[in-house]
């Protein structure tokens, strides 16, 4: 598993509203 994947799953724990969208 490398870190992006660690990071994407991290974002889809994360409320969208914090993040923009299309990311």
């Known amino acids: 598993m490398t870190i992006e994947d ?3 799953k991290l ?3 994360l409320p969208d ?3 923009p969208v299309g990311s």
Do not use: L, Q
Request: charged share 20%; proline share 0%; no cysteine.
């Open 6 to 8: 660690n990071i994407k």
């Open 11 to 13: 974002n889809i724990n």
């Open 17 to 19: 509203a914090t993040d």
